[in-house]
């Protein structure tokens, strides 16, 4: 887990759209969304990234299709319990996704999260980092 921390925290954000994930299709890539799947990274991949995101933009959109609802729910709920974000929009729709195999328009279920930093939100980073140094200065000892 230290080693997703770690990649996420050296994670260089350029222009044009860092999401993870499938395609943002016509709306475009934002800066501040997080595509979810759940089969390609784990939870707190995704967590961490919403963090870095929050840091960076002051709110994170994270955005779902299908099966990995439940995921992008966890992280926001995540993100919530621990003080980091509030709920400022929840959206759902559903899309057509083009079905390669069998040459057929499915449609799947897409929810996107808007969530905010709490006021509380650098306070809880700053301490995060100090614990972090801490057990790493401790590891070295």
């Known amino acids: 887990m230290e080693e997703v ?25 934002k800066k501040n969304r997080v595509q979810v799947s759940n089969t390609k990274k784990p939870l707190f991949f995704y967590v961490n990234l919403a963090k870095r995101y929050m840091q960076l933009h002051n709110e994170v959109e994270l955005s779902a299709l299908g099966m990995a609802i439940a995921t992008v729910v966890t992280v926001a709920e995540i993100l919530k319990n621990n003080g980091l974000a509030v709920e400022k929009k929840i ?38 980092a100090e614990e972090r140094e801490a057990n790493e200065t401790e590891e070295q000892s």
């Open 5 to 29: 921390t770690e990649a996420v925290n050296n994670l260089s954000i350029s222009g044009g759209g860092a999401a993870a994930g499938a395609g943002a299709g016509a709306e475009g890539h």
């Open 91 to 128: 959206m759902t729709s559903t899309v057509d996704v083009k079905d390669e195999t069998r040459l057929r328009t499915l449609q799947k279920a897409k929810i996107e999260i808007l969530l905010g930093k709490t006021e509380k939100f650098d306070e809880l980073m700053a301490a995060a």
